[in-house]
């Protein structure tokens, strides 16, 4: 019985890793493609095209061995705009998007990205003065400096 009950959960569970299996680096590249697209003359994004972030061609991008982006670096490389919905990105474990000039209101692309990427260690969007949100101020190991987030602690 213990067998057969153990062989049933197994058949249930394959289903759902190979659902999350289905978050690819192709995804990824959607995801940072957005970013790119937001910053057409950044220079510093030239390399990212196509859809494989993980070939060794694209700066500012780590990735793990199993070809997913674990990593993006975009510290003062002078982004503007909004933060794009990055929360495809499940595998990622570091957003650095520190002193650029990010603006807009980010708590939902920020919360969701959060939710998302459960591996998310670090996030930090210090010195964007642009950028708003005083919701965002009760978040604990998020990097608020230089921001105008109110009430922060």
Not at 2 to 30: G, N, R, S
Not at 117 to 128: E, K, P, V
Not at 133 to 139: A, I
Request: aromatic share 4%; hydrophobic share 40%.
């Amino acid at each position: 019985m213990v067998y057969k009950l153990a062989a049933l959960c197994f058949l249930l569970v394959l289903p759902v890793q190979q659902q999350v299996a289905a978050q690819t680096e192709a995804d990824d590249a959607t995801a940072l493609l957005k970013i790119k697209t937001a910053n057409p003359s950044n220079t510093k994004l030239s390399t990212w095209t196509g859809s494989a972030p993980c070939t060794g061609r694209w700066n500012l991008v780590t990735c793990s061995v199993s070809n997913r982006v674990t990593a993006v670096n975009l510290m003062g490389i002078g982004l503007t705009g909004t933060i794009p919905s990055l929360s495809i990105m499940n595998a990622l474990a570091t957003l650095a998007l520190s002193n650029n000039v990010l603006s807009g209101t980010s708590r939902a692309g920020l919360m969701a990205l959060c939710t998302a990427a459960t591996g998310l260690q670090t996030l930090d969007i210090s010195n964007n003065p642009k950028l708003t949100g005083k919701s965002l101020s009760v978040l604990q190991g998020l990097c608020l400096q230089g921001c105008m987030y109110g009430h922060c602690r």
